[in-house]
């Protein structure tokens, strides 16, 4: 019932930096996870990082890197990836109504944004 929309993915060189932002529509709750995941071609969806009020939780791969935060004013959650790799290539979705912060912990779904990582 709440409407994600993910954007600023996007084709970057190896060691650059992208922002991507995930807006809400319709309610959220600050007791409920927000987090981001990614898919790249012939491989299962991964969790990314996950935000529930002011505490963040990141895969191994994203830490150091990846910076999740949110904006409760604006109703939405970022993530700044910086030091890409080409392996970071992968289509990115933002995900809300998690009761936790695996992939079947969360209710909805943005469409996904592509992030191309060129060597």
């Known amino acids: 019932q709440v409407q994600l929309v993910e954007s600023g993915g996007g084709l970057v060189q190896a060691g650059g930096s992208l922002r991507l932002s995930c807006a809400a529509s319709?309610?959220?709750?600050?007791?409920?996870?927000r987090g981001w995941f990614r898919q790249a071609p012939g491989k299962e969806r991964e969790f990314v990082a996950a935000i529930r009020g002011g505490t963040t939780y990141y895969a191994d791969s994203a830490k150091g890197r990846f910076t999740i935060s949110r904006d409760i004013a604006k109703n939405t959650v970022y993530l700044q990836m910086n030091s890409l790799k080409p392996e970071d290539t992968a289509v990115y979705y933002c995900?809300?109504?998690?009761?936790?912060?695996?992939?079947?912990?969360?209710?909805?779904w943005g469409q996904g944004t592509q992030v191309t990582v060129s060597s």
């Open positions: 995900a809300g109504g998690g009761v936790g912060f695996s992939l079947s912990d969360f209710g909805s």
């Open positions: 319709g309610r959220t709750f600050s007791s409920h996870y």
